[in-house]
């Protein structure tokens, strides 16, 4: 599809790995309604994805559109409560939804090679399960906030960045649409994080592999961002466009990073992003009909647990 260097420095990869399990510090989490499976065992750990399960789901006979969520926190913390309120929405609407942990160097020492790995990782893992799961593998969405973006995007438009230790490699870990929360996607020069990923250049990077495989996209900015310029948002939408990729931005005025999130930017701003969420999930025919205003109220008080950014 794109950049022949997916085997970039497997051995340092490796080794990094290895080195990092002293540091294990993932422990499993209470979601309330939501049910625990270890996706993966990286680093010493467990890692987990938590599930929500629409109401009354047979998963023996529904196949139910799905989505998985990364949380931000710049590569190195955050805690997958950050999207709990959005997973609970989207299963009350009728998607299989899923918070997903992955390493982060607060606790286990990776770069950000590792956390795009997991993210592969999960996909490929819902992938596996998709029959016991009851959901549809051709509609899995993958979504993300600040760096968790970056952890979807390059999922969504990247090959290669696999963890070597996966099996089942032939199962696409590719997402088919991605719903992105400012977005880490520029990591070139001048972009966020560009000397942490620089190693692994320009495949770690969404902005420099766009192509016409892509998944259509939906992207949430503040225009008071200082981490993610308006200027990079808008680019990355006409690249997407002109090679035939659905591509939607909206930006919020004044309002800055992480401003999604209802415990630092406000409930108004929350729920528009989840309405916007709903109605590009919609159009897609993941979901039906139009956004549930009751549901989006039910989920409007902010669990204030994690990093959130």
Known sequence: MKNPISLLPVFGF???TTLSQSFAKTEKMDLPGARAEIYKKASGDDLY?????????????????????????????????????????LAMRGMVAICADYRVNSRQKTS????????????RWMRTNAERLGID?????????????HVAAVAGMADGLDDPADEKTKISSKPNALVLFNPVYDNGPGGYGNERVKEWLPLIS????????????????GTKDNLIPV??????????????????????EGQKHGF?????????????TLRKTDAF???????????????LKSVSSPPAKGKQN
């Not at 950000?112 to 592969?120: H, S």
């Open 14 to 16: 490796v080794f990094a």
């Open 49 to 89: 994805l938590y599930i929500f399960e629409p109401e009354g789901h047979n998963a023996a006979t529904e196949k139910r559109p799905a989505i998985v969520f990364f949380f931000g926190g710049g590569w190195n913390s955050g805690a997958p409560t950050q999207f709990e309120q959005h997973a609970r929405y």
């Open 112 to 123: 950000p090679r590792e956390c795009v790995a997991d993210g592969k990782s999960a996909i």
């Open 137 to 149: 593998p051709k509609r899995i969405a993958a979504a993300g906030g600040s760096a968790g973006g």
């Open 206 to 221: 969404p902005a420099h592999n766009i192509s016409k495989d892509d998944p259509p996209a939906i992207v949430f900015l």
């Open 231 to 252: 200027a990079t948002a808008e680019k990355f939408k006409a690249d997407m466009e002109a090679v035939g990729v659905k591509s939607e931005l909206y930006l919020y």
């Open 260 to 272: 999604f999130n209802e415990s630092k930017g406000g409930t108004e701003d929350f729920i528009d």
């Open 281 to 295: 999930l919609v159009d897609l025919g993941y979901l039906k009909g139009t956004a549930d205003e009751a549901a």
